[in-house]
């Protein structure tokens, strides 16, 4: 069961990173045309798209990938507080 909660916690923690990579893409022209970018957006575009459709943008600021970080931050306290309960 250990191994189980860890693999969901590390998975988590790839995505999280993969989003922060897709995001700081965006600053750099043509970065997502490559194909590490274009295979960051197969994976993080549907998720953020989730939010997007239930949050605008503010003007220029997209806070989809704020929001995004958040419930995964929250999905990790979760699994972590259910690891803890059933320890």
Same mark, same amino acid.
């Given at each position: 069961?250990?191994?189980?909660?860890?693999?969901?916690?590390?998975? +988590?923690?790839?995505?999280?990173w993969?989003? +922060?990579?897709?995001?700081?893409?965006?600053?750099f022209?043509?970065?997502?045309?490559?194909?590490?970018?274009?295979?960051?957006?197969?994976?993080?575009?549907?998720?953020?798209?989730?939010?997007?459709?239930?949050?605008?943008?503010?003007?220029?600021?997209?806070?989809?990938?704020?929001?995004?970080?958040?419930?995964?931050?929250?999905?990790?306290?979760?699994?972590?507080?259910?690891?803890?309960?059933?320890?």
């Amino acid at each position: 069961m250990v191994f189980v909660f860890n693999l969901l916690q590390q998975l +988590i923690q790839i995505y999280s990173w993969a989003l +922060i990579i897709y995001i700081l893409m965006s600053w750099f022209p043509n970065a997502r045309e490559s194909s590490i970018g274009q295979f960051l957006a197969r994976i993080c575009e549907p998720y953020l798209e989730q939010f997007r459709k239930v949050i605008p943008p503010l003007g220029m600021i997209d806070i989809s990938p704020i929001v995004g970080f958040l419930v995964l931050k929250g999905a990790s306290m979760g699994l972590y507080s259910v690891y803890q309960w059933l320890s």
